[in-house]
């Protein structure tokens, strides 16, 4: 059974840095995609970041880019995020994905991840 448990949220001030992690268990599959999502109180569920273990290829929402990074430790298949420059804005539970498929490219679209975390909370004061 696939399982995803992210850590590394909390409470940070605006312009500080949380750096998430997420661990996959419980699969074998070798060429995949693992994705960062949020979802703020009321809100719907937003891209942030996604790569593929496999070439390392990326993707970011707009919001990300430049303050956001994402990367992976394949030998222990694991995905984080390093979020720097938080704004309040930023404030959401982040959820981390697994996608399966053999596209190219990492998906932007939270239908193409098959397996989810629980989240984590990241809250950013202003």
């Known amino acids: 059974q696939v399982q995803l448990v992210e850590s590394g949220g909390g409470l940070v001030q605006a312009g500080g840095s949380l750096r998430l992690s997420c661990t996959a268990s419980?699969?074998?599959?070798?060429?995949?995609?693992m994705a960062w999502f949020r979802q703020g109180p009321g809100q719907e569920r937003e891209f942030v970041a996604a790569i593929r273990r496999t070439g390392g290829r990326t993707n970011y929402a707009d919001s990300a880019k430049d303050r956001f990074t994402i990367s992976t430790d394949n030998a222990k298949n694991m995905v984080f995020l390093q979020m720097d420059r938080l704004q309040p804005e930023d404030t959401a539970t982040y959820l981390c994905a697994l996608d399966v498929g053999t596209a190219i490219a990492p998906s932007r679209s939270n239908l193409d991840y098959e397996y989810w975390g629980q989240g984590t909370q990241v809250t950013v004061s202003s």
């Open positions: 419980g699969h074998t599959y070798y060429t995949y995609s």
